[in-house]
């Protein structure tokens, strides 16, 4: 069964640099796009970057971040730079089909735990 389990989170002064790692098995992984999401309590989860595995469709809402892929350990990562207090949130990956347009839920039928981010002023 599909399963993407993300790392990485943690604490960070504003300013500082977080790497996210969202690993995926591979029936989900492979020829699939993964995107990355943020939450904060009460509010709607946020696309903020998305990568096609098997090449391309990679998209960030903001150019402080970076998204990549290592497809040797069925990896993506989500870097974040000059990270502020409003980056705080949980963040998620997900695995789905259309790797194009917005990136919004509804687009993502496999979800991973979430891994905490929390950016101190």
């Known amino acids: 069964q599909g399963q993407l389990v993300e790392s990485g989170g943690g604490s960070v002064q504003a300013g500082g640099s977080l790497r996210l790692s969202c690993a995926g098995s591979p029936d989900i992984y492979s020829d699939h796009c993964i995107g990355w999401f943020r939450q904060t309590p009460g509010n709607e989860r946020e696309g903020v970057a998305r990568i096609y595995t098997g090449g391309g469709g990679d998209y960030v809402t903001d150019d402080r971040f970076t998204i990549s892929q290592d497809n040797n350990k069925n990896t993506v990562y989500l870097r974040m730079n000059s990270l502020k207090p409003e980056d705080t949130a949980m963040y998620y990956c997900?695995?789905?089909?259309?790797?194009?347009?917005?990136?919004?839920?509804?687009?993502?039928?496999?979800w991973g735990q979430g891994t905490q981010v929390t950016v101190s002023s």
């Open positions: 997900a695995a789905g089909r259309d790797c194009w347009g917005d990136i919004t839920t509804t687009k993502f039928s496999h």
